[in-house]
Every structure is written in C-alpha cells, then in structure tokens.
C-alpha cells in the first residue's frame, strides 16, 4: 500500500533549527511535496523535490533520497510565526497526491 | 490571496439538511479538487475534476455529491450527512492532471452535522 509517515509534533526554540522528516512508501514516484498549515488556514506550497539532493530556499530547506523513500524539511532561524502544521505529500505514477498527517511545530520563546 | 475562495467559510447542519459547498478559483487551472481534512489525519482525496471531467472519485459515499460547471467553479452537494461526517473541506486547483503543478488551496469550509 501507499504510506507516507511523519512525527506528529515537534517542539523547538525560537531562532533554532528544526529538522521535520518524513518517509514514503508509493506506486511509483513523480516528486514530494511540503506544505505548510496555520491553524484555520489554507495549505501553503513550501517546496517540490524530484530529484536527489537538498533544495534551498531563503529559511526552508527540502532534501530528498529516493532510494530510502526519505525526505526532510530544514527550518533554521525560526520564528514564531513558524509555528504551524507541516505537511509531507508524495506524488505516484498517476500523479496523485498521498499526504502524511502533518507534523504540529511548536515554537517557544 | 490563494485565488481559491470557498463558502461558506462555516456551516453548522442537521442530519436531514441538504447543503451546498462552493469553490471558486481565479488561477486559470484545469484541475480542481475536494478533500476531507480530520484532526490528525492525512488529507482524504474526495474527488477531481479535470477540465469539468470527474476523474476521481475515491469510494466516497453518495451523500456527498460534486458537481463542476466549469473549470473555475465546484460545488459539493450533501444531504443526510452523519455527524462522522464533520471535518474541515478543503478545495485545490493545479495547473492540470498528469504534471508536477503544485495545487493551491481555499480556506476551507469548517462543516458541524449534528
């Protein structure tokens, strides 16, 4: 079957760094993506990763391994305003996306 | 600003209620789709559209009904819900199916069914 697995909450300080990490089980690959999700709010696209390797982009970093089905999302620098729901989705041969849970961020002063 | 807007934002209904859900996306996208989101758990696919043509429908119960006029416009009917049934409803749009496109999400309509 199609999984994807990702902590379902993670605490870390202000200005620090935090790494969220997901893994993935699908019918093929086409890409995985992050997004991120205030309470109340819309899912916000954060990043798209196909290919092997660390992609960055200002304070967010993505990285991907396909052969361990691996992916993570580097925050550095955090900020209150990080505090949200960060969600982990891979695409499959169709095209489809299946989502993780979501991973809570809890930012403390 | 998404360029997905949905109404209502809340919507609070009884068992014998019939209701409607509406997403409206100003993205010129050809894709649109609706997911169930429950706490602490992953996105639930309900349905797509591509170009106005249902192209998924993931065993969802036909108390929930979609309906795509056009490719900017969706609507999801619901009658006789259960209150298992109550979840936030988000709707997306992408650029097209069979691509990479990242999809754009509304607000979402937070549904009660009591």
């Known amino acids: 079957g199609q999984n994807i697995d990702q902590p379902t909450e993670m605490t870390a300080t202000e200005g620090a760094i935090v790494q969220i990490n997901c893994t993935y089980q699908?019918?093929?690959?086409?890409?995985l993506f992050w997004y991120q999700q205030h309470a109340g709010e819309a899912p916000t696209f954060l990043s798209y990763?196909?290919l092997d390797g660390l992609e960055e982009k200002g304070r967010f970093s993505s990285f991907l391994s396909r052969s361990k089905g691996y992916s993570y999302l580097l925050l550095k620098e955090l900020q209150m305003k990080d505090s949200a729901s960060y969600l982990c989705?891979?695409?499959?041969?169709?095209?489809?996306?299946?989502w993780g849970a979501g991973t809570k961020l809890i930012i403390k002063p | 600003e998404t360029g997905v807007t949905q109404t209502p934002r809340h919507l609070v209904m009884g068992m014998t209620n019939k209701k409607s859900l509406k997403c409206e996306q100003h993205?010129?996208?050809?894709?649109m789709y609706w997911y169930k989101q429950s706490a602490k758990k992953p996105l639930e696919l309900m349905f797509v559209?591509?170009?106005?043509?249902?192209?998924e429908n993931n065993s969802v119960p036909s108390r929930f009904s979609p309906e795509c006029p056009n490719s900017s416009h969706l609507f999801l009917h619901l009658h006789t819900l259960q209150p298992e049934d109550s979840a936030l409803y988000l709707c997306?749009?992408?650029?097209?199916?069979?691509?990479?496109?990242?999809?754009?999400f509304g607000p979402g309509t937070r549904l009660t069914v009591l």
């Open positions: 990763n196909v």
């Open positions: 559209y591509n170009f106005k043509e249902q192209t």
């Open positions: 997306a749009s992408s650029g097209g199916l069979g691509t990479s496109n990242e999809q754009f």
């Open positions: 989705a891979a695409q499959d041969s169709n095209y489809q996306l299946i």
């Open positions: 993205l010129g996208h050809n894709a």
């Open positions: 699908t019918s093929g690959f086409n890409g």
